[in-house]
């Protein structure tokens, strides 16, 4: 079992930025594949990006050039850069664990979920 605890949700300004961090439990955080993801009102939950063990990032095409993910394998955390936010962003975001270190653009196929955070970009 991981346990995963989001921060740095809150409200914005279109335009604006944040930035999310996810720490995870456990000693062997540099070995799982994390994404982040997220699930706005009445929409499927949708992976938004995601860094693989070896640091490999991928991200959804709505996000490119705005949001960036990273990892801390020293404080078993891992962040979500948001800049240049819309009001489309506007969702509760979660992180996730793969524990075979890869990405995966399909929810369903992460192993832990965190509780989430909530977004909200304002126009």
């Known amino acids: 079992q991981v346990q995963l605890k989001e921060s740095g949700g809150g409200l914005v300004q279109a335009g604006g930025s944040l930035r999310l961090s996810c720490v995870a439990s456990g000693r062997t955080f ?7 993801l997220r699930q706005a009102p009445g929409l499927q939950r949708e ?3 995601g860094i693989t063990m070896n640091g490999s990032t991928t991200y959804v095409r ?3 050039g ?10 078993n955390t ?4 948001m ?6 962003d506007t969702a509760v975001y ?3 664990v793969d524990k075979s270190g890869r990405y995966y653009a399909s929810p369903s196929l ?14």
């Open 62 to 64: 709505s996000v490119k």
């Open 66 to 75: 705005r949001f960036t993910i990273s990892r801390d394998n020293a404080k």
């Open 94 to 96: 979660y992180c996730a």
């Open 30 to 36: 540099d070995t799982y594949g994390m994404g982040w």
């Open 47 to 49: 992976v938004v990006a």
């Open 110 to 123: 992460y192993d832990f979920w965190g509780q989430g955070t909530q977004v909200t970009v304002s126009s």
């Open 83 to 88: 800049n240049s936010l819309k009001p489309e």
């Open 78 to 81: 891992v962040y979500l850069q």
